[in-house]
């Protein structure tokens, strides 16, 4: 059974900092690619940042690049997404996702696990 659980989700300032954290619980085959997607109010996910487990390589999205940081603790099984110099458009329900191998790191159809959610606003 994979299990994703997301929390770390508020209500922040505009410009503030925020640290998403998403636990996985899985079984022995550990899935590869984690990635974290936002939805802002509307049908579409965007991809937020992605990491590849086994070796640490980083995909971000361009409109987070240089302010949000996708990272791992193997040990405790979880993936972070830190995030500094928050905007209004990055306010909406962010989810984490796994997947076992990919060709497009930040396209939501690659990911076949899911986790609830957690809600971002970034309020003034």
């Known amino acids: 059974l994979v299990q994703l659980v997301e929390s770390g989700g508020d209500s922040v300032p505009f410009g503030g900092s925020l640290r998403l954290s998403c636990r996985i619980t899985?079984?022995?085959?550990?899935?590869?690619?984690v990635a974290w997607f936002r939805r802002a109010p509307g049908p579409e996910r965007e991809g937020v940042a992605s990491?590849?487990?086994?070796?640490?390589?980083?995909y971000y999205a361009d409109s987070v690049k240089d302010r949000f940081t996708i990272s791992q603790d193997s040990a405790a099984n979880t993936v972070d997404l830190q995030m500094h110099d928050l905007k209004f458009e990055d306010s909406g329900m962010y989810y984490c996702?796994?997947?076992?191998?990919?060709?497009?790191?930040?396209?939501?159809?690659?990911?076949?696990?899911w986790g609830q959610g957690t809600q971002v606003t970034v309020s003034s």
């Open positions: 996702a796994l997947a076992r191998g990919l060709a497009q790191p930040l396209q939501d159809y690659e990911y076949t696990n």
């Open positions: 990491i590849d487990r086994s070796d640490g390589l980083t």
């Open positions: 899985e079984g022995t085959r550990r899935l590869k690619w």
